[in-house]
């Protein structure tokens, strides 16, 4: 399967605006004078998972409250600087970035971004529910810079080049499992950054130990965080404690457990005959209509369709 799902480009500010609002995200653009502009950007999507390849003329972009549908999905937008400069606010902090930083921010959230002339960038675009990483640490994260040769930054800049020059030998598949392998990356790398701060030991064990019962238990559909507490022989307010100093939730790592193990079956040839339904109970859904839900959520399409465009042919 071959697809680019969108290609835009624009010769003036009013031109490129319309272009972010019918394409990508809501943004009012702002250009500087009458110097001539131009920009342009290509989206492909895989799995619920954007990668989006931008170019611009120096310009500035502001994302105001007004602007932020309150239907809109929640994403987190995790941007590798390859050409220019780029400055990205939200909040109290701005990242300046230069060819091989990375930076991010979140879409729910007043955000401006500032490019140079001769700016471009390869970008993932991906639910808040695909990283395994609270809203409320990811806010530590959004608006820093990570540097080219930081920890695991310079293996999601290859992996982002990579798909970008190699997308249309990628097969429908492929590019799935290519996707939530880097949202998988991604989270690795923001608990990695996060867990800099000093953790108590007690808790790393507690939490893999939890994490591990989560695994095993995936198919009941009675697991709870009253129910992991209780194996584990201590309060559910400890149990959350541990889970949001890891900059996680108890149901959020349980939900992102179930989808991704449904993602695997719906694609798995050893699977194809088995109903999308039966597959979500599987893995502990109580029923249809809350997997289609959920799954339709964290991926952007219901299962159903997600396994006719990307499952074994």
Request: charged share 25%; glycine share 8%; hydrophobic share 40%.
């Amino acid at each position: 399967m071959n697809e680019v799902d969108v290609v835009e480009t624009a010769d003036d500010a009013p031109g490129w605006n319309a272009a972010l609002e019918r394409s990508f995200m809501r943004f009012a653009v702002e250009s500087h004078g009458d110097r001539g502009f131009h920009g342009s950007f290509r989206v492909r999507r895989a799995g619920g998972i954007d990668f989006i390849a931008m170019v611009t003329d120096r310009h500035v972009s502001h994302r105001s409250a007004e602007s932020i549908a309150s239907d809109e999905r929640a994403d987190f937008l995790v941007c590798l600087q390859v050409d220019g400069v780029g400055e990205f606010s939200q909040g109290s902090r701005t990242a300046t970035v230069r060819p091989g930083d990375v930076t991010l921010f979140d879409s729910t959230v007043p955000a401006s971004v500032a490019s140079s002339d001769g700016y471009r960038s390869l970008c993932v675009r991906l639910p808040h529910q695909l990283v395994g990483v609270s809203r409320s640490a990811m806010s530590e994260l959004t608006a820093i810079r990570f540097a080219p040769d930081d920890g695991l930054t310079p293996a999601f800049g290859a992996l982002l080049a990579t798909v970008d020059r190699a997308w249309d030998r990628i097969p429908g598949r492929a590019r799935s499992l290519a996707a939530h392998n880097t949202a998988d990356l991604l989270t690795t790398i923001f608990l990695t950054t996060l867990g800099r701060r000093p953790a108590r030991p007690a808790d790393e064990t507690d939490l893999e130990r939890m994490l591990r019962y989560v695994d095993r238990h995936l198919a009941d559909p009675e697991l709870s965080p009253g129910v992991i507490a209780a194996a584990h022989y201590m309060s559910l307010r400890r149990a959350h404690g541990i889970f949001h100093d890891a900059g996680l939730t108890i149901a959020g790592a349980i939900l992102r457990r179930r989808l991704e193990r449904c993602r695997a079956d719906l694609i798995d040839v050893a699977d194809a005959e088995v109903p999308v339904a039966r597959i979500g109970v599987r893995w502990g859904f109580r029923t249809a209509t809350q997997f289609g839900r959920a799954f339709r959520t964290g991926f952007g399409e219901p299962p159903a369709t997600y396994r006719s465009r990307f499952g074994a042919e």
